[in-house]
């Protein structure tokens, strides 16, 4: 089955560790993104790439890192830079990044200790 | 910059009662309106896309409509299992990224 793969479903960090979280998908799309949701507040775009080693910060990248080697793969990683990293993590992905709807992963939903 | 409102934010409707949920958005054109249902715990799961004011789009009790200013979604005679929280972003003309509403959820009781 075709689809968008997240993991760990729950992760748990130490203040000043860093964490990577992993998105995977097999639907062969091009643009994939990383947004973070908090209670009561809309998705936010943390990370976004349209082509393999190629990405752009999106409204709040600052304390978050991710990497684009594979057009199947966008981890991201939570640097001890980041204030307030507890949260609910969503990628999604689409076949280019205009005119098409993003689907989304199940998420990741990390604790910061 | 793009800003979406999503009213209410609660919706608590009886088994049958039917209701509609609306989003406001103000963009520098568009280029899609997108609306999601999410689960507790889940990601967004994909329920429409609308890209002119006037089109109309349904799916089982859902109906989804769009005007030049906000798009409203209808749930006729709902059912417990539509019980969710809905999402609504914006895509604005050569931007790649969506902006996102806080969403309303629904609670339907049986």
């Known amino acids: 089955d075709g689809g968008i793969t997240q993991s760990p479903k729950y992760l748990f960090r130490k203040e000043g560790q860093n964490v990577t979280l992993s998105c995977e998908q097999n639907?062969?799309?091009?643009?994939m993104y990383w947004y973070r949701q908090d209670p009561g507040q809309g998705l936010r775009l943390i990370y976004y790439s349209q082509i393999v080693n190629d990405f752009q910060k999106g409204d709040i990248a600052e304390g978050y890192s991710v990497s684009r080697e594979k057009k199947e793969s966008f981890p991201l990683t939570v640097t001890s830079a980041q204030k307030n990293p507890t949260a609910f993590y969503l990628c999604?992905?689409?076949?280019?990044?205009?005119?098409?709807?993003?689907?989304f992963g199940p998420g990741t939903r990390l604790t910061v200790l | 910059e793009d800003q979406v409102t999503q009213s209410p934010e609660a919706l608590r409707l009886q088994e049958g009662e039917s209701s509609s949920l609306n989003c406001s958005y103000t963009?520098?054109?568009?280029?899609?309106l997108f609306w999601y249902r999410q689960d507790p715990g889940k990601g967004p799961e994909f329920l429409f896309t609308?890209?002119?004011a006037g089109e109309e789009k349904e799916k089982e009790r859902l109906k989804a409509t769009l005007t030049k200013k906000e798009s409203f979604l209808h749930i006729t005679a709902p059912k417990p299992e539509d019980s969710a929280t809905y999402l609504c972003a914006v895509q604005a003309p050569n931007d790649y990224k969506l902006s996102f509403g806080a969403g309303t959820t629904v609670t339907v009781r049986a």
């Open positions: 609308l890209y002119s």
């Open positions: 999604a992905s689409t076949l280019t990044g205009l005119n098409n709807e993003q689907f």
């Open positions: 963009v520098s054109g568009l280029r899609g």
């Open positions: 639907l062969n799309h091009d643009a």
